[in-house]
């Protein structure tokens, strides 16, 4: 593989990252249409995710500072646990338990066998569908200082599920936002906020991985992609947050219903393979 096509799966990686039609589903698709026509793999996708959850670090960095600064102080008796932001900094721990134990139990899996791309176009138009009955009929009346143990854990689980190309993690994360009756904009702040702890993980650790495993693309060419995503990433991350404040997910819903579809056609015909 070469420069070009790192730098542009980069550029996917960052344009799609936050929104909820699944980053690893586009890298995977791309890098089948690419002159090079290849799997660009979960450690690709694991590292150049980096770059995008650096730019929720930067955009989100008071909020960020204020929680684990909250969090420190209520475990020293500082605050109250009552305290929202020491609250939410437990929140996002529990709701980082599902996708880290999860992600260690299926790791062979996610590296290989769901990353058919029959599977993903399945759950590109699957949870598509689920993503429209829930912006469709949430409720859509509760602030994220409504959120409890017991809905940062179904939040988790929501997160798991994007160990699947095609499902999302701000898709699935959304979804069940919606399904519990928080608001547009809350589900996709928390989702950014949760996706944190699992991303940097998950990135860290297959990048250690990577040093010994060789992939078709080389570190450097791995970090200028990395580099690309964070910067696309910063865009799109504000962008998106006061898109949902005023619109529904409508567009997205479609987008992934007919990528879906339009996927099913390449792989019917051979254009592409599984």
Avoid: C
């Amino acid at each position: 593989m070469n420069w070009f096509e790192a730098a542009f799966l980069g550029l996917i990686q960052g344009l799609t990252e936050f929104l909820p039609i699944s980053s690893s589903a586009h890298l995977r698709i791309v890098g089948e249409l690419l002159p090079n026509a290849a799997d660009p793999g979960a450690a690709f996708t694991a590292i150049t995710q980096l770059g995008t959850e650096t730019a929720v670090l930067v955009f989100f960095w008071k909020d960020i500072v204020r929680i684990i600064g909250a969090w420190f102080n209520a475990l020293r008796g500082r605050v109250p646990h009552s305290d929202p932001d020491a609250k939410m900094g437990w929140l996002i721990i529990i709701g980082s338990i599902p996708i880290a134990v999860l992600g260690l139990l299926f790791e062979e899996q996610i590296d290989t066998s769901f990353r058919s791309l029959w599977i993903v176009a399945t759950t590109l138009v699957v949870f598509g569908l689920i993503l429209a009955v829930a912006d469709y009929y949430g409720k859509q009346n509760r602030e994220l200082t409504a959120l409890s143990p017991k809905h940062g854990i179904l939040f988790g689980f929501a997160q798991a599920l994007a160990l699947i190309p095609g499902v999302s993690r701000s898709g699935g994360t959304i979804t069940a936002g919606l399904f519990m009756g928080y608001t547009r904009e809350a589900a996709a702040r928390y989702s950014f906020l949760l996706a944190i702890p699992a991303v940097f993980a998950s990135g860290l650790y297959k990048l250690a991985k990577s040093f010994d495993e060789p992939g078709i693309y080389s570190l450097p060419q791995t970090g200028l992609a990395t580099l690309i995503a964070f910067l696309v990433g910063f865009v799109i991350v504000g962008w998106f947050l006061k898109y949902v404040s005023t619109h529904s997910y409508r567009i997205f819903v479609w987008y992934r219903v007919a990528l879906g579809l339009a996927l099913y056609l390449l792989l019917g015909f051979g254009v592409i393979n599984a």
